[in-house]
């Protein structure tokens, strides 16, 4: 060890070291060196003294390694003093003294049970902040159908009849061809299937029932929720970055009746008319099936429809549509309303719109078939 730089004297368990000259970036490779070599020679002392009294210069550079010196001893269970600080030297060695006092520990390996759990709580926790912001909006949107009604004046019809014209007439197209493509696939499936008991005519039963009662309105619901579902959360989404919501308080306007209240209006009016014309495409398309992949007489299709359904038939789907409708709405515009100031949130939300609003009408048809089997229909 160079004793120009470090001088160590050594009384049994007791160890005084007194750095010398200048202890500088200069001479950086030297002093570590002494450093290193000090630390190895004294570490059975347990009461160190590092005295800096007869240093000539002090940087950084030096400072952090008499702090290092001082740790390494500190380390090995013995006690470590910096002694003799000018008051030029105070503060730096006071300064490099909080550096890296925290040591870098590897997180502790959690068990894949906790992970697992951490995770079904996290998501239990979001479904139902998600079912409270549905409460939320569902009370706010009651209260502005209070006030139109109180002050019919203030609908605005136009953005209904907008609205209206976008998720409805807009979407025919689409829900006719889907629809019909419904309902040709069940009618050859069926019929595939029954003759081979000679049962034919049993198709016209099965189809009819099913698309009246189930298949039409969550198809349509299905393509509404993705199509029209997914652009109120954009559009909502849009207008919270750019903070035109905000603009809107600020005016006294409230967002609710002015943006939701339109949209919401729009889609409880146009899926049920949608959900009636897919089942009358999806019925079209099972006799044209019926009639060309199953010979059975447009007539016969005809006559056995009428026998196979009767009113509540047709009521059962007519009445889930305008609240399977409804919660499409609210789950859109609830997530278009969470939408934060990044685009990738702005994704995030329109994704979980539109599976959140496909799982819930699942859910609710689910609740109605429930429903409508207790009370026989």
Known sequence: MSTTLLTGTAEGE??????????TAERAAEIETVVEEAAQ?????????I?????????????????RLSRDFAARGSTARIVGLSDADRSLMDEVRLVNQVPSTRPARRSRTLIVLDG??????????????????LGA??????????????LRFTSITHHLERVGWRAVPIILLSTFVIGAILAQQGIFRFRTFGADIFVVDMVSVLV??????????????????????????????REEIDALRTMGLDPVEVLVLPRII??????????????MSALYAAGLVSWLYGGMAPAVFIERLREAIWLPTFEVGM??????ALTIGLVACVEGFEVEGSTASLGRRTTASVVKSIFLVIALDGIFAMFFAGIGM
């Open 51 to 67: 005295d800096l009294a007869k240093l000539e210069r002090l940087d950084t550079f030096g400072a952090w390694l008499i702090e």
């Open 212 to 241: 009246l009662r189930e298949i039409g309105v969550l198809i349509v619901c299905v393509m509404v929720a993705g199509r029209s579902g997914s652009a109120y959360t954009a559009e909502l989404g849009s207008m919270k970055m």
């Open 319 to 324: 009445i889930k549509a305008p609240f399977m």
């Open 266 to 279: 729009a889609l409880v009016l146009a899926v049920p008319m949608l959900t009636f014309l897919g089942s």
């Open 141 to 154: 949107l009651a209260a502005a159908v209070l006030t139109t009604i109180v002050h019919p004046t203030r």
């Open 120 to 137: 079904i709580g996290r998501n239990v926790a979001e479904i139902g902040w998600s079912l409270v912001l549905l409460a939320q909006l």
């Open 14 to 23: 007791r160890l005084a070291l007194a750095p010398t000259g200048a202890w």
């Open 41 to 49: 020679r004294y570490e059975h002392a347990r009461n160190v003294d």
